[in-house]
Structures are given as structure tokens and as C-alpha cells.
């Protein structure tokens, strides 16, 4: 059965074929931080978030580092973000789907990195199956900056 209601997603999604990520959960201070699972597979993704497999859930709400591991790439893409939902996975590898909202992208303490904008659109270009979103507007027409 098909989805018929309305997209609230403004960013297309993409898969990168092989691509995994890892994470590690921002914590109080003075708690050390270390990236936690490796080599979660990669679902999909866009300019304004990812979903990824993994054997634990997340708490909603939670902020999150992520090294995005491409193939063919050398050095991973370091993101930050948000956990915005976690649901069971089908799959019988991977318990959980976790689905994150990357911080904005900017200059300001929190936001990401302009240039990891620059590396997803270059990846958008690359991965996805079509040059235009389904409203006829270019792929660079809109992003999310904040500077």
C-alpha cells in the first residue's frame, strides 16, 4: 500500500551503496565520548538527515556525532545531529532504523560544517536517481544554512 498523504521532507533522499556510519552520543561534561557501533549500514540520506541500521536503539532526542564512511572516499564525513526516531527493523541483522536530523549547517558552536553541505550536495548529485525533485525546483535551489 502506497503512501498517499503529504511529504514533509523539503530534501531528496538518496542511498549510497556501501556506505556506513558510526556515532557516538554527546554526553555531560567531563564524561569521555567515544564512538560507539561501527560500520552501521546506511539506509538512506539527504541534505537534512539520515536513517541508518543499528543493534540498540537511541534515545529520541538525543545529539550525536556521525563519521559517514563512503566507499571510495578516504576521509569520513563527520556530521552532527539529532536522533529523531528509532523503530525495529525487519531485518533480522540489525534490531532498530534510527533516523537523524543533522544540525544546521553554519559557522556558530553546534552547526555543522558549511563544506559537509558542499560534500552532500556533490553526493545528491552522484546518488540520486533524478535531477529534479518531484516540484520541478533545481537540487541546489534550497539548503538549510545559518551563518
Do not use: H
Amino acid at each position: 500500500m502506497e503512501f498517499e498523504g503529504i511529504e514533509k521532507r523539503a530534501c531528496i533522499r538518496f542511498e549510497i551503496p556501501g556506505a556506513t556510519v558510526n556515532y557516538k552520543l554527546k554526553k555531560p561534561l567531563f564524561t569521555k565520548e567515544s564512538y560507539g557501533e561501527e560500520f552501521c549500514p546506511v539506509l538512506d540520506m539527504s541534505r537534512g538527515g539520515l536513517r541508518f541500521l543499528s543493534q540498540g536503539s537511541l534515545k529520541i532526542g538525543a545529539l550525536i556525532d556521525l563519521k559517514l564512511s563512503i566507499p571510495g572516499e578516504r576521509v569520513p564525513l563527520v556530521i552532527n545531529g539529532r536522533v529523531r526516531w528509532a523503530a525495529p527493523s525487519a531485518g533480522k541483522s540489525y534490531k532498530y532504523q534510527i533516523g537523524i536530523q543533522f544540525n544546521p549547517y553554519g559557522e556558530k558552536k553546534g552547526q555543522n560544517y558549511p563544506g559537509a553541505l558542499v560534500k552532500i550536495i556533490a553526493l545528491e548529485q552522484k546518488f540520486s536517481s533524478t535531477e529534479k525533485s518531484e516540484f520541478g525546483k533545481s537540487l541546489t535551489d534550497e539548503f538549510e544554512t545559518d551563518g
